[in-house]
């Protein structure tokens, strides 16, 4: 299994990115998916969950600013990510809602003030 995450890079404060997670070797449909980042210094953090029903859960710190979605055909997770804050700057991460896949390098997202 692995699971490539791509789309980060330089932002300005209220900017948007859009993040995707692409699968292989696994077919995601029955999975609840999960994006996750780790900033310098912290721990890695759960930011958004998408259920295998498709019922999005965000975490306090981007509600209202980040959107999970998936595409079954392409096997696929998204992040929208819109007015970006510098404290939004890590590496983001999909995997299982529990984590239960190998990590894979993730993606940077830096969003400079």
């Known amino acids: 299994v692995q699971l490539q995450a791509s789309g980060g890079g330089v932002v300005q404060a209220g900017g948007s990115l859009r993040l995707s997670c692409v699968a292989s070797?696994?077919?995601?449909?029955?999975?609840?998916m999960a994006w996750y980042r780790q900033a310098p210094g912290k721990q890695r953090e759960s930011v958004a969950v998408?259920?295998?029903?498709?019922?999005?859960t965000y975490a306090a710190a981007v509600k209202g600013r980040f959107t999970i979605s998936r595409s079954s055909a392409r096997n696929t997770v998204y992040l929208q990510m819109d007015s970006l804050l510098p404290e939004d700057t890590a590496v983001y991460y999909c995997?299982?809602?529990?984590?239960?896949?190998?990590w894979g390098p993730g993606t940077l997202v830096t969003v400079s003030s």
């Open positions: 995997n299982t809602q529990n984590g239960g896949f190998k």
């Open positions: 070797g696994v077919i995601l449909r029955p999975y609840g």
């Open positions: 998408i259920a295998f029903n498709n019922i999005p």
